[in-house]
């Protein structure tokens, strides 16, 4: 209590010292923390939990520090913020570590500690009665039961005392963690490096990882890593049930956020525990797809570089470049640094074949020969603006190619040649992973995420949906029309999905792939045939609407009339051990879907041959519909 009078006492003055400035006043505050005697728990310590998110259990504490209740550096961003200011950054580290490291041994913990430390702090010497050494001394702590968190890395790789320092604490047999990961290149450096027991993920990568494919894929990049080099990774920030299913579902094997726990004084294991309970049998997350497009890849990727030569350098040495090298089609002219025009193979060697021409001109500047207007793209500028400045432009760029600048200065050449290449392989890839009409994933992550579930044991539901009577619609209506029904299908299809564990596919056409681990699978189904049947009729006239059909010629061009679209459903449920491969998924939706279009109408059949789907899920309905 003397101590926290003292403190607001310090306060005070500080805020009626009109003269002081913040940091004299902060100075003053933190002067009193660190003189505080041994006993006097100036500095509140809370822990926050790092559970094992493939089990269950607590992994580890981290410590974290608070300062004095009621002070301006009550706050740990403001309290560090505050040492720094005023040249006590590592005292009040190692002060922390003291106060975290005593209270963690009193608790009697099975997990380990995590303690934040800076290179400053690795930087002192060993012997010092502060270091980290001197302090479990104190406590009865074994070095394997702490794990020192790495923050600044960058300057870390810059202090080779602290250097030393930290791999003489890893013989010891203190844990590495890399803090923060994905903030800077230097922490990417440092993993490579150091090869770290854990590295921990920055909240930024883990906020909203459901729904963003390059977080994901950020994710699932540095979990590959970590596998390959023997690392556990930590993901940190989980405030929301999605991403906590996401980062499970990516293999991540150990996180830590508000979702799990809030940091307290106390440790909390049957709390987090609890929490994965409530969190852990949960379905596997559909993880968001990346946007495949070839506005994605730009003229960068085409890029080669070329030594350029000057509009002075003689026609001769150009001629020469050509001989001696076969690859170089095309030859930049730039003038400090600006592209100013081409020369191509084909112009010097078809001119200097002529009679006397290389006599008459091989000494004179090569600016004579040069194409002064090439297409010249920035190397942000997408594969398909480049496209279309080609084939736009001057018909010389077809046959010799284009130049690449980066803010204005040259940076190399591209061929047309390379351009229709990888537009075609874009196109293809596109027509793999992603439907051009509807932009859903296609087959390969069709294919991906049923083999995910096969293997993870999972139990799900999965929709083969077709349009009935299409062709005639669309050789009727014209392919505009059958276009737009095919997004009609797509979006009611999109509202029967819970985007969170739901996947909704397009194979191609009119055929459609739902996969659901929903529980409610047959009332969303049945509402969306209704909303099917209800939206449909507006591709129609009314004259169409009235009789329920419309006038078309059948396959052998005889004209009969056809009922409206309807949408036929083929269903498989799978629960573990049903089936081995998509494959197999496949062919028994296919059967369902055949099944399902013999009715009439808007129709939902459940393949029930191989196994009673009511023993896994919810009742599913009658083939008949009902």
Not at 341 to 359: H, K, N, Q
Request: net charge negative; charged share 25%.
């Amino acid at each position: 209590m003397p101590l926290e009078r003292a403190l607001r006492e310090e306060a005070a003055i500080a805020h009626r010292d009109t003269r002081a400035t913040p940091v004299e006043g902060n100075r003053r505050l933190l002067d009193a923390v660190l003189g505080a005697p041994a006993e006097a728990a100036v500095l509140q310590t809370v822990f926050q939990p790092i559970l094992d998110l493939r089990q269950g259990p607590v992994h580890g504490y981290e410590a974290l520090t608070r300062g004095p209740a009621g002070t301006a550096i009550e706050s740990p961003a403001g309290l560090f913020a505050a040492a720094r200011a005023c040249g006590l950054g590592v005292e009040l580290e190692l002060l922390a570590a003291r106060f975290a490291v005593r209270r963690f041994a009193t608790l009697g913990a099975a997990a380990r500690l995590f303690v934040n430390f800076s290179p400053a702090v690795l930087a002192g010497r060993a012997e010092d009665p502060g270091s980290l050494l001197a302090l479990l001394g104190d406590c009865g702590m074994q070095p394997e039961k702490i794990v020192i968190e790495l923050t600044e890395n960058g300057a870390l790789l810059e202090s080779s005392v602290a250097w030393d320092e930290l791999l003489r604490c890893r013989a010891l047999g203190f844990g590495i963690a890399i803090d923060d990961l994905g903030e800077g290149f230097a922490s990417l450096r440092l993993w490579a490096e150091l090869r770290p027991e854990y590295v921990k993920i920055d909240k930024h990568f883990i906020h909203g990882i459901h729904a963003d494919p390059i977080k994901l894929e950020i994710a699932r990049a540095v979990q590959q890593i970590a596998r390959a080099s023997g690392t556990h990774v930590v993901a940190e920030g989980i405030e929301d049930e999605a991403d906590f299913q996401t980062v499970r579902d990516l293999g991540i094997p150990h996180g830590q956020g508000y979702l799990i726990a809030r940091p307290a004084a106390a440790l909390q294991d049957e709390a987090a525990r609890r929490a994965w309970n409530r969190l852990s049998g949960g379905p596997l997350a559909a993880f968001p797809m990346p946007g495949r497009s070839v506005n994605r890849v730009t003229a960068r990727r085409l890029l080669k570089p070329v030594e350029p030569v000057s509009p002075a350098t003689d026609n001769d040495a150009v001629y020469a470049r050509f001989e001696q090298d076969s690859s170089i089609q095309l030859l930049p002219v730039v003038e400090e640094g600006v592209p100013v025009g081409t020369i191509s193979r084909l112009s010097v060697i078809d001119g200097f074949a002529r009679p006397y021409r290389r006599e008459l001109y091989g000494r004179r500047p090569c600016a004579m020969l040069m194409n002064a207007g090439p297409v010249t793209v920035d190397a942000d500028t997408s594969i398909q603006e480049l496209s279309l400045l080609i084939s736009d432009g001057d018909p010389r760029a077809l046959r010799e190619g284009f130049l690449v600048t980066e803010r204005g200065r040259y940076a190399g050449v591209g061929s047309t040649q390379d351009l229709m290449r990888i537009m075609t392989e874009l196109q293809l890839e596109a027509a793999r992973y992603a439907n051009p009409l509807t932009l859903l994933p296609g087959n390969v992550p069709i294919a991906e995420h049923v083999e995910r579930l096969l293997s993870r044991g999972c139990r799900f539901v999965l929709f083969y949906c077709d349009l009935d009577n299409f062709k005639p619609f669309n050789d009727v209506f014209g392919y505009q029309r059958g276009d737009e029904a095919i997004q009609l299908t797509a979006r009611v299809l999109a509202e029967m999905c819970d985007p969170r564990i739901d996947f909704l596919g397009h194979i191609g056409g009119d055929d459609f792939v739902v996969v659901l681990q929903s529980d409610d699978w047959e009332a969303r189904a049945q509402r969306a045939l209704l909303r099917f049947e209800k939206a449909v009729g507006a591709l129609f006239s009314e004259g169409d609407r009235e009789r329920k059909a419309f006038a078309a010629e059948d396959r052998q061009r005889n004209a009969r009339l056809f009922p409206l679209l309807t949408c036929s459903m083929g269903v498989v449920a799978v629960s573990p051990g049903t089936f081995d491969s998509h494959a197999e998924v496949a062919a028994a939706a296919a059967e369902a879907k055949r099944f399902a279009k013999r009715r009439p109408g808007n129709s939902l059949f459940v393949e029930r041959r191989r196994h009673p789907a009511t023993s896994i899920l919810p009742p599913s309905p009658r083939p008949d519909g009902g």
